[in-house]
């Protein structure tokens, strides 16, 4: 399959987990695509109300959707869906053939058209599904082509992670960018999911942003393994690729510029600088990296005490400071980490 590259955005409307302060979270996923000029919803979440709050709180415009897309028959990823169809009634459901014909005639019912999808299909120049995989769970995951390489969007990753990469790559032939939505690796033990996690290396993935049903123990293995590639996704997350954020990237990073978050932190946590550049480094790094590795303090210095209600407290005083977080990680590492 042959796809243009486009500039992409990505913003999680609905999730487990939060990325941004006064948010609701809860067990689903709905990510907001923008590529190719159209926005696509990937997912709906579980409850109309919650994603609709959260999108009026992060402030993006659903009249302008192109499509929704729904990667399998889970409740957690259709029950947003009246809610979107009742703001936007005429668009396109994009949905896998073996969805119940139940659930179809309820979508035509609400005034939305329906296209079912089998095998791999192209969507937009740079936009195209998986296809149906899985046997149990059959399920579809999104691909979006950009000049920084191929974006996977998964819903919850029923026919696995790793399979889904590899149907991916056969697919398109690019390197994988970045690896975003469920990884359905809750409750795995350790050493599958560092298997996992290797196998996704081999592969070339060069960024992850596990989020939904992907697991703590998960989030943290990827956060180690990955450091700076590692995204804390969760609703109000937004991530850019492609050229339109080449083109806004800055060209340069000034490491200086991290003392305005370390003192920042320490200030409002009423820590030292040292105290706080260790919490800000266990925030990236979570001690995976040899800036930890040789600390003679590394005892008392457990990156496992960094919980998630640490991270959204330390990311709220982050965007405080004025950066947002995906600049703020790689200031951090270039501060610390290469000392």
């Known amino acids: 399959m042959n796809l243009s590259t486009t500039s992409l955005t990505l913003t999680t409307l609905y999730d487990n987990y939060a990325a ?11 990510c907001l695509v923008e590529a190719d000029g159209r926005k696509i919803l990937f ?26 897309i729904l990667s399998h028959a889970h409740g957690d990823h259709t029950g947003g869906l009246g809610a979107v ?15 119940a014909d139940s659930f179809k005639k309820q979508i035509q019912a609400a005034g939305a058209r ?39 969007v998964t819903g919850c990753a029923h026919p ?21 939505g469920g990884f359905h690796l809750g409750g795995v033990r350790e050493s599958e999911l560092r298997r996992i996690l290797a196998e996704l290396g081999r592969l070339g993935v060069e960024k992850v942003a596990p989020c939904h049903c992907s697991g703590d123990a998960f989030r943290r293995l990827a956060n180690e393994l990955y450091g700076a590639d590692y995204v804390a996704n969760g609703v109000g997350m937004v991530i850019r690729a492609g050229a ?13 510029d991290a003392a305005r978050i370390f003192d920042y ?8 600088r040292a105290e706080a550049e260790k919490l800000c480094h266990l925030y990236v790094c979570r001690g995976g990296c040899d800036w930890y590795k040789n600390r003679r303090d590394k005892e008392t210095f457990d990156p496992t005490k960094l919980s998630d209600s640490d991270t959204q407290e330390l990311e709220r005083m982050i965007r405080e400071t004025g950066f947002d977080l995906e600049t703020a990680k790689r200031l951090i590492h270039l501060n610390i980490c290469h000392r």
Do not use: Y
């Open 160 to 180: 696995g992670i790793v399979e889904i990469v590899m149907r991916a790559k056969e697919l398109t032939g690019a390197r994988i960018h970045l690896v975003l």
């Open 85 to 99: 169809l009742a703001v936007q009634s005429g668009i396109e459901v994009i949905l896998p053939t073996s969805f």
């Open 114 to 152: 329906i296209r079912e999808v089998s095998g791999p299909e192209r969507i937009s120049p740079s936009v195209a599904t998986t296809g149906e995989m899985g046997e149990q769970i059959v399920e579809q995951s999104l691909l979006v082509n950009t000049s920084n390489g191929l974006v996977v």
């Open 244 to 256: 339109e954020d080449e083109a806004a990237a800055p060209k340069k990073l000034n490491p200086a």
């Open 265 to 272: 932190v320490a200030k409002k946590k009423g820590i030292s």
């Open 20 to 30: 941004t302060a006064a948010v609701q979270t809860r067990h689903g996923f709905a």
């Open 43 to 68: 997912d709906t979440g579980g409850d109309g109300a919650v994603l609709m709050a959260n999108v009026k709180r992060i402030g993006v415009n659903l009249r302008d959707l192109r499509a929704v």
